[in-house]
Nanobody, 126 residues
Framework: QVQLVESGGGLVQAGGSLRLSCTAS??????????LGWFRQTPGKARDFVAAIDWTGDKTNYAESTEGRFNISRDSAKITVYLQMNSLKQGDTAMYYC?????????????????WGRGTQVTVSS
């Protein structure tokens, strides 16, 4: 089992920055949190992929809409993943979720993410 807890969301003006954090805990983090990803969702819409990072931190993958503005990273202990979000737009407003996958193939498919956090709200104002 892996527990994921997100933090860092909030209200920011367009053009501003936020950094989200997600910490994984549990006795099987190294088995089930090989890859960590960020997703986002707005009411009535499907959950969209934002970014992912592998166990080593050397491989990253981004959605086209966030590449160049967002940066995903992982701490040396491998249990915390960060999402640095710059040049935020109103279209980035969403609930952001952290997810963990135990699959070594990178990037994982959506169904390969077995564990999810409860989310942190990001609101970008004009």
């Amino acid at each position: 089992q892996v527990q994921l807890v997100e933090s860092g969301g909030g209200l920011v003006q367009a053009g501003g920055s936020l950094r989200l954090s997600c910490t994984a805990s549990g006795s099987t983090v190294s088995k089930y949190a090989v890859a960590l990803g960020w997703f986002r969702q707005t009411p009535g819409k499907a959950r969209d992929f934002v970014a992912a990072i592998d166990w080593t931190g050397d491989k990253t993958n981004y959605a086209e809409s966030t590449e160049g503005r967002f940066n995903i990273s992982r701490d040396s202990a491998k249990i915390t993943v960060y999402l640095q979000m710059n040049s935020l737009k109103q279209g980035d407003t969403a609930m952001y979720y952290c997810a963990a996958s135990g699959d070594y193939a990178f990037p994982p498919n959506l169904y390969e993410y077995e564990y999810w956090g409860r989310g942190t709200q990001v609101t970008v104002s004009s």
